[in-house]
């Protein structure tokens, strides 16, 4: 079949057209292309994996950051913690010692207050008294003071008056004050020193001064409390040292009775081991010094197959402070030791000590009991 020129024409641009799309050259193109766009992709992909890596990186830093700062943060206040319970701990003691200061201070003034108020008592009493003196007797002490010691000696038989020495000196205030001094023993039990102040203008006793008073506060805080708050402070000296020979007079009663009693009673002794020193010594001194300050004896007895213990106390308390005479002040009980109950028997020893002597009203009793 033969064609026309016109279709042969077109058919030549048609399949040229063909031709320039399906061309080689063409097709390297697109093959470049397609091969840049895939290195593009392959770079973009390789950066998020670079970029996801790095942001775990930093993720895992600042977790460890994180927990340092954490762990500084709890051993922070663990150490806070520990401070606030010093610091608790702390302030109760604080709290407490205030509150016992305090508690001391309190009976402190009270103390005071109550001493102040007995001594302005005693004042008060002391003048009465003076006053009674000087009006019924019409008598003063003397102020002759070597004569005073000399009599002094004759009314105090039971002490020793030694190293007496004498002599003057200016006070303070640039007057003539008379020092006496000299010491005042009770043999084996107690020496006293003592120092008299007297004004030489008028013979009037200034002062009193003791060096120690321990041994008798130890046998008889009742006396010991009268002479430190009254006779001296008050300057009684004659009452002082009639006191002292009472109190020595009492001790040395006191002290040969209840030697006495442990001797008599030995097999009944209640604790024989607290008193075996006084039944194996022979020596005086030794002897002085367990029985000046032993005021208790206690002896066991046995009746219907039950213990008793029968306990002695033996105070010395003053008696008259006007005089200062001492008393004695005897107390007896019996107890039950079984069950621990305890029987008063001193005032049916004070009727008997009317008409007895200790040692036989003690022996009394205990026969009718047992």
Known sequence: MSSSPGNSNSEFETLSDVLQTSSPSNQSSRQLQSTGGGTAALNLAEAKIVTHEDKLIQLQSLKIQLSEQRDQLIKSRTSSTNELNDLRLRHHQLTQELSKTRKETNIKNLLDSNTSQYIKNLEVKNLKNDDYILNNLNVLPSTDWDLRLTYIKRFVPYLEIDKIRTFNECDSEGSMIRIIEFQLILPLIFQINFRLLVNCENDSLKGIEIDDLFKISMISNSFYQMVVKNYIPNKKISTLMFGLNSFSKLLHKRMSTINKLVKSFQDNLYDAGKYQDLLDT??????????????????????????????????????DPLTGTCNSRIQLYIIDILDNTTKNLS????????????????????????
């Open 347 to 370: 005032q049916v020893f004070e009727n008997l000590l009317l008409q007895y002597d200790i040692s036989t009203s003690l022996t009394t009793i205990i026969k009718t009991i047992f």
């Open 282 to 319: 022979s020596d005086n001194k030794k002897l002085f010094a367990i029985l000046q300050t032993l005021d208790q004896i206690e002896l066991i007895f046995t009746k219907n197959e039950r213990q008793f213990k029968i306990v002695l106390n033996w105070e010395i308390v003053i008696g």
